[in-house]
């Protein structure tokens, strides 16, 4: 387990993640999850994601082998074949998984690794290594959701009218998952998500959230 330095949260002082080294991070598309774990990593440079491959094309800035593997759909599908992927599912038009090996080195380094994946990845990483803690995040509300995927200005009107038809599905299966943060204001939903991190899970389980916190948006 790598050490890694105090939080933000004033109440909480820890060295470490205590809840395991795998960490599935889910929620609909554009709810947030990607900035999120930006501003996680820039006070905990030391945990690693997990760099998935893709089908999808890259969107203006993105690099292959930093953001995503860009592969074509024979490519994947080998990957697949060869079982070099620890799960994959089609989202929206497109195929992501999640390369093995390099997961399986960083865990065996002792990193604390987060996966970013949709739904039906999470479902399979849990069947597979169901110590992994599993973390859903949700939008404030649904016109919310939209308002965001709008304003970043990535995708077409037909992957937005996907993405949203999804977000519907995913977040009725919110409550699979161990925690639910509302990606509200930034800022609050990183300190959350930095408290679950790096509490201790005994603590969270006398801790429970409040009811408000957990709230599925309408
Ligand atoms: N708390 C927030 N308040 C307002 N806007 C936010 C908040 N969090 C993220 N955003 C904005 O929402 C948009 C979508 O965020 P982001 O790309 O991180 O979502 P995502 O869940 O990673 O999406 P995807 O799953 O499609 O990759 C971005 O424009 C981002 O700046
Ligand atoms: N099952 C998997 N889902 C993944 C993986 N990598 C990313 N994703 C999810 O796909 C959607 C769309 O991503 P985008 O970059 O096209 O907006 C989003 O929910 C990602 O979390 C993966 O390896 N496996």
Known sequence: MPSISVPLSSEIVVTSPTVGQLIVFTGPSGVGKGTLLRQLLKHHPDIQLS???????????????????????????????????????????????TPRQPLEAMISHGNVVILEIELEGARQVRATLPEAQQIFVLPPSLQELE????????????????????????????????????????????????????????LKEEHPPSPQETQLPT
Request: a negative charge; aromatic letters at 10%.
């Open 51 to 97: 760099i998935s491959a893709t089908t999808r094309q890259p969107r203006p800035g993105e690099e292959h082998g930093k953001h995503y593997y860009f592969v074509s759909r024979p490519e994947f599908k080998a990957m697949v074949e060869q079982n070099q992927l620890l799960e994959w599912a089609e989202f929206a038009g497109n195929f992501y998984g």
């Open 147 to 202: 308002d965001r995927i709008r304003q970043r200005g990535q995708d077409s009107e037909d992957a937005i009218a996907k993405r949203l038809a999804r977000a519907n599905v995913e977040i009725e299966a919110a409550e699979e998952f161990d925690i639910q943060i509302v990606n509200d204001n930034l800022e609050r939903a990183t300190r959350e998500l930095e408290k679950i991190l790096f509490t201790p899970r005994a």
